[in-house]
């Protein structure tokens, strides 16, 4: 198993913000500053052609430890951020952009890609869960969250499904096609943002990926607006769901 | 215009809770306790068959002064809590109980019963808003929204449509019959509950709903579960949306 390796370290508005390595995938850790008693975890994705350190990114982990003192931890996906592209992964960007100028649908390439990205992430996701649950601050047994919307979806749906230590998740903003099936292996509490005018997404998509998971607790936000006006205030909303599922069951710091 | 005639006062947990008439009409109003500085009003309506000290209305009201500060004001519906029944009320009624019974639909009794009840209840509403902005801790200019689901949907629609006081509202729990014309002139912030599994109005009814509202910042909020398995954590959600919109513009206290 990898252990957290910390590259860098600042403190910013009472927030304490690690850059980390595990097994050389680049991450950050933002947690309570000064941390001291151990605190849940919420593990949170990046959209596809951002990074880690994206403005939303740092700005949602800020509500999150602000609003309920958790950890936050955010990894660069598979060629993001700091990391490598494949041929591959040149190959579908490059279809992207093609789409976008000629005017056509995103969907098909996106759907395909993220699903590619998503089963490369998820072992990665786990990995580093694995050596974030080393920390003392952390622990091998306390609640674990994922919060990711778009691409960040796309390889949270089925790490998720996979992960049993993740016990409540918020996800959004994205295809059902390769997603139903593992949404509908999922049983913890979601909620799940959507965007009700989104020109990409169809508005029956969306509600179909709502839809497919199996959780008896699950909200659906569905705001007014197109795919990138996803309003602010539901960063607030994500937080309140975490305050609300991860914190009943924290377990007593152990001697540190 | 009718005057606000205060008939009972109690205090209980940081709450000031005022027993009043207008013209007649019985309602309650909540305040912070003790109130000194002029705040916004939320008028909320009671469901269908209850009243308005039925348990989730003190509820209610108490998250949204606690956490907003607000007064919050509710009124009995015609043919409801302490007000006669007409014969119409009786008739309708009788033939909501036998649908019940029968295990028919009762989705077009409550539609045309409710627009009914809306018909009525609407000019009261004016006049105890009219009555209520009489009172030097409300104000005639002050920040107003209105709060109500199901019954008080079906009141709240065209109340709003036609109320230009009213500056964001909660809905839910409806059909879009009757609904989705005056739906279609309202164009202020909207919050909107529905049940992802009610047995009464069917999903792609409520969806409608939400659809026909004109406003260009609305936000559906919809959990799996049957009809009257509506959370309770969304009468937060409802109190974090008026303190959203209806303190940004509270006007400065009149001397007092």
């Known amino acids: 198993m990898h252990s957290v390796q910390f590259t860098a370290e ?4 009472g927030v304490l913000e ?3 390595t595990v097994g050389g995938i680049p991450g950050v850790l933002w947690s309570p500053a000064p941390t001291s008693e151990r605190a849940p975890l919420v593990l949170m994705g990046h959209g596809g052609g951002t990074h880690k350190k994206w403005p939303a990114m740092p700005g949602r982990a800020h509500r999150i430890v602000h609003g309920c003192g958790f950890h936050v931890a955010c990894i660069d996906a598979p060629g993001h951020g700091g990391r490598p592209r494949t041929p591959y992964d040149e190959q579908e960007i490059a279809a992207l952009y093609r789409a976008r100028e000629a005017g ?6 996106v759907v395909r890609y993220n699903a590619d990205l998503a089963e490369r992430a998820v072992p990665e996701w786990q990995a580093t869960l694995d050596a974030l649950q080393g920390l003392p601050e952390i622990g091998a047994d306390g609640p674990v969250g994922y919060y990711g919307l778009n691409m960040a979806t796309a ?3 089925p790490l998720t499904a996979a992960e049993p230590r ?4 918020v996800f959004g903003l994205h295809w059902p096609d390769a997603l139903a099936a593992p949404a509908g292996r999922i049983t913890v509490p979601v909620q799940f943002h959507l965007q009700w005018d989104d020109e990409h997404i169809p508005r029956e998509a969306g509600l179909a990926l709502f839809d497919a998971f ?3 607790e699950k909200t659906l936000h569905a705001n007014a607006g197109r795919h990138k006006e996803h309003p602010r ?5 994500a937080a309140r769901f ?3 599922h991860l914190t009943r069951s924290v377990p007593a710091p152990a001697v540190n």
Not at 10 to 13: F, K, L, M, P, W
Not at 166 to 169: G, L, Q, V
């Open 18 to 20: 690690r850059d980390f």
């Open 166 to 169: 993740i016990t409540a998740a």
């Open 233 to 237: 205030f539901e960063a607030d909303s």
């Open 242 to 244: 975490f305050a609300r």
């Open 10 to 13: 600042t403190t910013s508005g």
């Open 104 to 109: 056509e649908p995103e969907g098909p390439i």
């Open 155 to 157: 390889i949270g749906v």
């Open 214 to 216: 199996a959780s008896a």
